[in-house]
């Protein structure tokens, strides 16, 4: 763990099943790779993480059994130590890379810019040449305009202990947000191209599909009824993400998805037992096959209890370095520099909209009318449009740093507005962008305004429940009690998931609590007048929500498009929290 991250406190735990084939799982990590610094569950860092592999892969050796480790995706964007570098992720590229990790793919994240696109291409790439895949994404080679695979579409291998042969597909949900120096293809006709007929006929033991995709979307359901269908009995194991969640999801007795949720709080692990090895000839045969899961809460006293070590005995050479290289890199960009003190906590979704503890309250109230004018507009009545989706994580009550300002909105989106629409047009934008429906093209689905882990409809995130009170803040008001005698031990709060598998997925016991829903976009009206409303008003919103605002103002009888579109505020939500920290909560902690 990094300095100064908080003590874990110990929870009691469930075990891992091991199987013939284990996996370890990582996704959605957004830049976290120095662990939670405010929240002692997730406090373990990448170098830990690199320890805790070490010490697995030597366990399954033991066993005789294989041990895969995954990456799906969303590495980039969410984190000082990434975002807050320049060029962006000068020190993340050569930390991740420190993990031998045997398949690996992109997510979205590293495709919305080309910046972006093109560092994964030069530097992520060759770092996992033989383990990248990208099955479904193509790069445009700036030089000559070539339109290459990003990495190889599958790859074959045979694992080192058991000796299955495993064919790897990794795949990108049908993204279409992409910069123009990739292609995405769609998942769809993807499974039509001859490579992939040509993978799906190689017969192995087991097929591995990776991808940053969410388990209940569409894309995994499709390529597993292509594979099915062409093998009937053979294990297909599914490692997905996208949606920051903690999920399992049952295809079929012979086929599972495991998600892992998001920014590094959890390590997922996955075990495959009855695998039946075919030999040259056979036809795929019906196996009796189980698959097991567990979520781990990544931090240390839950790595010691699963490696059977202690603080002594479990960091390696190799995971100590790589914390000391976290700490440098947090040390060379200044990351724990203190803006301010944040009085209280505002929460995303532990608490309700509107309320005074929601971040989206703070932001609609105060931050955005306090900070968002344009000084020859001043007056001008205004509307100021924010997706709750551009706001990625809380605050905690306490030093605001650095870091905080990535951690809370990393996006480079700047805000726009269209000058002058009459108030009977712009007020109803506000309603059709949370409502969705219709007015929006399929593509352009509204809950892509909001928070990843709302966009499975009915999939509420109550149900991943999360801690009342800041961890930190648990650990030291309470004390552990021991699960014995009559006794109900205080359990520290934290994720209580329910998946296809039931509801003992987590490793660690945890009391929940409850989650709210948060609307797709929020708005602030600014300079009204005081009785009445406004003839007209500067409509402005941050500019990831312009193609929805468009087609919003059109269905509410605005004739816009993007032409009618200026710059208001060319400063990134970023700068203008951190500005607006800087004003407001000046004192020291
Ligand atoms: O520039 C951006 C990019 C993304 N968002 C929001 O993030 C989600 C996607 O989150 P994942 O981490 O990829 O799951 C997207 O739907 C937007 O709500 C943004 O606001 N601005």
Redesign the pocket.
């Known amino acids: 763990a990094q300095p100064g991250a908080p003590a874990p406190v110990a929870a009691p735990m469930r075990e891992l099943d091991w199987g013939q084939i284990n996996f370890l799982h990582t996704t959605?990590t957004?830049g976290w790779l120095g662990g939670h610094l405010q929240e002692a569950q997730y406090s373990a860092d990448w170098g830990d993480y690199i320890s805790f592999t070490e010490h697995m892969r030597r366990k399954a050796d033991e066993k005789g059994v294989d041990l895969l480790v995954i990456d799906t995706g969303?590495r980039v964007?969410?984190n000082g130590l990434y975002d807050s570098s320049d060029p962006k992720g000068k020190y993340t590229y050569d930390i991740f890379r420190e993990q031998s990790i045997d398949a690996l793919c992109t997510?979205?994240?590293e495709l919305?810019l080309a910046d972006t696109v093109a560092r994964e291409h030069s530097i992520t790439v060759p770092n996992f040449k033989k383990n990248y895949i990208a099955s479904n994404l193509d790069y445009i080679e700036p030089e000559t305009g070539n339109q290459i695979p990003q990495a190889q579409r599958y790859t074959k291998f045979k694992t080192k202990n058991q000796g299955y042969n495993v064919v790897a597909l990794g795949f990108i949900f049908d993204f279409d947000?992409n910069a123009n120096n990739s292609v995405v293809q769609l998942v769809e006709d993807t499974l039509k191209e001859e490579w992939f007929q040509k993978a799906i006929r190689e017969k192995p033991d087991l097929f591995l599909v990776i991808g940053?995709v969410?388990l209940r979307m569409k894309e995994f359901e499709q390529i597993f009824k292509v594979i099915r269908d062409e093998n009937w009995y053979t294990p297909i194991a599914f490692f997905g993400?996208?949606?920051?969640v903690r999920d399992t999801r049952k295809f079929d007795d012979q086929a599972f998805a495991i998600a892992s949720g998001?920014y590094f709080e959890t390590i997922g692990w996955m075990s495959i037992d009855g695998i039946k090895k075919k030999n040259k000839g056979d036809v795929s045969a019906e196996a009796s096959v189980s698959f097991k899961r567990r979520y781990i809460d990544n931090n240390l006293l839950g790595l010691y209890h699963h490696s059977g070590l202690n603080e002594t005995t479990f960091p390696t050479e190799h995971g100590r370095n790589v914390t000391k290289m976290i700490a440098k890199a947090r040390n060379a960009l200044d990351l724990d520099y203190t803006y301010g003190c944040a009085p209280q906590d505002l929460w995303v979704n532990r608490a309700e909209y509107p309320s005074n503890t929601s971040i989206f309250t703070w932001l609609e109230k105060e931050v955005i009318p306090q900070s968002i004018v344009r000084e020859e507009r001043a007056n001008q009545s205004r509307m100021a449009i924010l997706?709750?989706?551009?706001?990625?994580f809380d605050i905690f009550a306490g030093a605001f740093t650095k870091d905080s300002t990535f951690l809370i909105?990393p996006?480079?989106?700047k805000f726009n507005y269209i000058p002058d629409v009459p108030f009977a047009v712009a007020s109803k934008v506000l309603q059709l962008l949370n409502s969705g429906g219709p007015v929006f093209s399929s593509s352009l689905d509204a809950?892509?305004?909001?928070?990843?882990e709302q966009?499975v409809p009915g999939f509420s995130p109550s149900e991943r429940s999360v801690t009342e009170e800041p961890l930190v803040r648990i650990l030291e008001s309470e004390s552990q009690k021991p699960l014995s005698g009559e006794q109900e031990p205080d359990l520290v709060g934290g994720y209580t998931t329910k998946d296809d598998l039931g509801e003992d997925g987590d490793d660690a016991i945890h009391s929940p609590i409850k989650f709210y829903q948060v609307p797709n976009c929020v708005e602030s009206r600014i300079a009204f007048p005081e009785e009445g409303d406004p003839e007209t008003v500067d409509l402005i919103f941050?500019d990831?929500?312009q193609p929805w605002i468009i087609p919003a103002l059109k269905f509410s009888g605005g004739d816009y498009s993007n032409d009618d579109v200026e710059v208001y505020v060319d400063r990134t939500l970023t700068d203008v929290i951190e500005a607006w920290v800087k004003e407001n909560w000046s004192e020291n902690c």
């Open positions: 959605d957004h969303d964007e969410g997510g979205n994240h919305y947000r940053h969410g993400g996208h949606a920051h998001r997706n709750t989706g551009a706001i990625r909105s996006f480079t989106s809950k892509y305004l909001t928070i990843p966009f941050i990831y929500v």
